[in-house]
């Protein structure tokens, strides 16, 4: 039934799918569009809007925690579908290098995790901290791995004074080098306000935006 789908409908309907938590028929559509050749960061792009349809409805109270866990789940078998194809779609010579965690107090990763894939394709070399990383675990980091481009990740409201705390620290640090690495903000939440009271130097909400700036950050390093 879904071969005979528009693209339009294919998105919409794979939106749909991971936000009504349908595992099985949400990766028979991804499937499907791999066999139709749609373009697999458009693919994330959808399931990344059926995961925020998600979280709508665990604040609206109609889903639980295990709700969370299992677009978790789903995304994440979504992404072993894909990897193969962004890795070869996507690849360039070596490029920057990157240190990258989700802060402290958040475990959130399936994003940054998206960002890794793809900086990698990009040719960045990733130095990836894990999760709930503490501002000093970066700072120690950065000193042995002296990166062009610090990023960090949080989705929760929680996590703005951790990635504030972060930036004082690295800021902070004795060696000038590392005190002005550029710092990037990322996660679905944030905003331009969130960016200024962090002192970051620049915040997306999608990784493909995160590619391009770090980017454009090289080039002006
Ligand atoms: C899946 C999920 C979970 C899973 C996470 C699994 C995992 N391994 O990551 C689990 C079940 C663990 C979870 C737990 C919780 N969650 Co949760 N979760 C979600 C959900 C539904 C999807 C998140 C996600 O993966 N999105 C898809 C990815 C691809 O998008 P993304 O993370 O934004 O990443 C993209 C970009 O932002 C960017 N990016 C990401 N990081 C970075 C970093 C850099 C440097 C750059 C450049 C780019 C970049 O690239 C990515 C790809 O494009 C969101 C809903 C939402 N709106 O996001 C809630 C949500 C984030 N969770 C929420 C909450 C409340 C919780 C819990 C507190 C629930 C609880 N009662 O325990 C706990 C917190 C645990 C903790 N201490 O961290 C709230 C946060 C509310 C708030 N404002 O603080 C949300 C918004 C749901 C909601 N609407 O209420 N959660």
């Not at 000038?176 to 944030?190: E, V």
Request: some cysteine.
């Amino acid at each position: 039934m879904e071969q005979i789908l528009s693209t339009n409908d294919r998105r919409v309907e794979l939106i749909r799918r991971v936000a009504d938590l349908e595992e099985q028929d949400a990766l028979k559509l991804v499937r499907i569009r791999i066999e139709v050749n749609d373009d697999p960061l458009t693919i994330v792009e959808d399931c990344q809007e059926g995961m925020r349809m998600v979280g709508e409805r665990y604040e609206r109270q109609e889903y639980f925690l295990s709700a969370l866990i299992m677009a978790g789940e789903i995304f994440r078998e979504v992404m072993d579908l894909l990897t193969p194809l962004i890795e070869l779609r996507f690849s360039a010579s070596e490029s920057g290098v990157f240190l990258l965690g989700t802060v402290e107090g958040d475990i959130h990763d399936i994003g940054k995790n998206n960002l890794i894939l793809l900086l990698t394709c990009y040719g960045f070399t990733v130095h990836d901290l894990g999760v709930n990383v503490a501002p000093n675990e970066f700072l120690n980091r950065a000193l042995q791995v002296r990166p062009d481009i610090i990023g960090l990740s949080g989705l929760l409201t929680s996590s703005y004074d951790s990635m504030r705390e972060t930036v004082q620290q690295l800021r902070a640090s004795p060696d000038p080098r590392i005190a002005s690495t550029p710092i990037i903000l990322g996660g679905n939440q944030l905003n331009e306000q969130v960016c200024r009271y962090v002192c970051a130097d620049g915040w997306v909400t999608d990784a493909m935006e995160g590619v391009r700036l770090c980017q454009q950050l090289l080039v002006n390093r």
